[in-house]
């Protein structure tokens, strides 16, 4: 099964994707995290597009589609989570045609609803581990020591998005609403929307998607 997790920055998309990928053996494909890492081995590419990733706007569609492009041939596992791709219309006319070309298909589109006050406060206090990739949340999800991850037990390696500041977060909303929320419209003609409610603990949070899923 091959789906979206779509929603505003901060919706919990990347969190719900880690638990899709360890219960059901789906393989996540985030564009965030796969320009994050061109940035970190300094490719061109990941030069070209640091500045605008760090303002909040959106990378080009002809960037995303590519590196999208690459992973298609790799072991699908259970599935596609797309999780950050599509967020223009243009993207979601390739990734379908991508798909297709791959005799495949897009089967779901969950899209995670939460409303925008909520998003600053999960936004501003997110923190991961630099060597586990767990999430962690000034509030929400403190680690229960200080300084040392819960789940791989890493010391001092917690470290914090560029991105994740009140300035860019209002670029990366309005982007949202204006380029990548018409494919709420668009998924919704084509009978693939599932909405849920983004809101709750994770658990939950994971339950009703699971249950979109399944149902
Ligand atoms: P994310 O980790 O999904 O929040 O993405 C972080 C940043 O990477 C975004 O604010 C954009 O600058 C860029 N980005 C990620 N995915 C896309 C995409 N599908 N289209 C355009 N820009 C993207």
């Given at each position: 099964m091959n789906i979206i997790l779509l929603g505003?920055?901060?919706?919990g998309k990347g969190t719900q994707a880690h638990r899709l990928v360890a219960g059901r053996g789906m393989v996540q494909l985030s564009t965030g995290d796969m320009l994050r890492a061109a940035r970190t081995s300094g490719t061109e590419m990941g030069k070209q597009v640091a500045a605008v990733m760090d303002a909040g706007q959106l990378v080009t569609d002809e960037i995303v589609i590519g590196l999208i492009a690459e992973q298609?041939?790799?072991?699908a596992g259970n599935g596609f989570i797309f999780d950050?791709?599509?967020?223009?219309l243009a993207q979601a006319d390739a990734l379908g045609e991508l798909l297709k070309s791959k005799g495949s298909r897009l089967d779901a589109v969950v899209e995670m609803q939460v409303d925008d006050e909520a998003l600053v406060g999960r936004i501003t206090g997110r923190f991961t581990c630099g060597e586990c990739g767990e999430g962690y949340h000034d509030i929400f999800k403190k680690p229960a020591?200080?300084?040392?991850?819960?789940?791989?037990?890493?010391?001092?390696?917690f470290k914090r998005r560029p991105d994740d500041n009140e300035a860019a977060l209002r670029t990366r909303l309005m982007a949202y609403y204006k380029d990548t929320s018409p494919l709420i419209g668009y998924y919704y003609a084509k009978g693939q929307l599932k909405r849920i409610?983004?809101?709750?603990e994770i658990e939950e949070v994971a339950a009703r998607i699971s249950d979109a899923l399944d149902g």
């Open positions: 505003p920055p901060g919706a298609l041939d790799s072991n950050g791709f599509p967020r223009t020591v200080e300084n040392v991850c819960d789940s791989c037990g890493a010391t001092g390696a409610n983004g809101l709750g």
